[in-house]
């Protein structure tokens, strides 16, 4: 079955921290990962995409990772702000011919001042 | 300004009634989506067009209905038949269908049934 599982479900730091999100999955076979920022209420944004053959990719503070032999990546922030507090979604498209993405259900990250 | 809209951004019903979201994009994406996200779910897919007068249902199609009729809009109708229709409906557009290519996202419509 194709699931995508994200971790922690929510996560409190303090403003300049670093965290880092997990994100591990069964789609297959696999075409890409994302992930998204969500604030509340609104649509989620993309940070960055993996392919097969990619194993980092950076967004400014946001660097994600990706073992395609595991299936795991992980997003790792960098000297968080008060604006980083939001969802983030980890999403993995199969490489189907048609479409097929799944979505994970979001890891919650609050930044405090 | 090129992007994708969703109206209104708050809609209140009565049980019983129909009624439609409005998602419209000036990308030029041959492919449109809607999800439907519930608190502490992943977005959950509802329907998918990959081209004008072509949409295919998702993983929870029931109780709800589109049409795409015009490239650049997909309006969702939400029917008396959904059991649970209050929730937060995204809709997203992508160059094409095939799940290679970014999904943008609107701002969301939170629907309100009572």
């Known amino acids: 079955k194709n699931q995508v599982e994200q971790s922690p479900q929510s996560l409190i730091i303090l403003e300049g921290k670093n965290c880092t999100l997990q994100c591990n999955y069964t789609v297959s076979p696999f075409s890409n990962l994302r992930w998204y920022k969500q604030d509340t209420g609104r649509g989620p944004v993309s940070l960055t995409i993996?392919?097969?053959?990619?194993n980092t990719k950076s967004n400014g503070r946001y660097t994600a990772t990706l073992d395609a032999d595991t299936k795991q990546s992980s997003l790792h922030i960098t000297a968080s702000q008060l604006s980083d507090s939001a969802s983030y979604i980890c999403v993995v498209s199969a490489n189907t011919g048609g479409f097929k993405t799944i979505f994970g259900a979001g890891t919650r990250l609050f930044v405090k001042a | 300004d090129g992007g994708i809209t969703q109206s209104p951004k708050y809609l209140f019903r009565k049980e019983g009634q129909n009624v439609t979201l409005s998602c419209e994009q000036n990308l030029n994406h041959d492919a449109m989506y809607w999800y439907r996200q519930d608190p502490g779910q992943g977005l959950r897919l509802i329907y998918y067009?990959?081209?004008?007068?072509?949409?295919q249902k998702g993983d929870i199609a029931e109780g709800y209905s589109v049409s795409r009729e015009k490239k650049e809009s997909f309006p969702l109708t939400v029917t008396s038949a959904q059991k649970n229709p209050t929730a937060f409906y995204l809709c997203?557009?992508?160059?094409?269908?095939?799940?290679?290519?970014?999904?943008?996202f609107g701002p969301g419509t939170r629907l309100t049934v009572t």
């Open positions: 997203a557009s992508s160059l094409s269908g095939t799940g290679a290519y970014e999904q943008y």
């Open positions: 993996m392919t097969f053959s990619e």
């Open positions: 067009s990959q081209i004008v007068n072509d949409f």
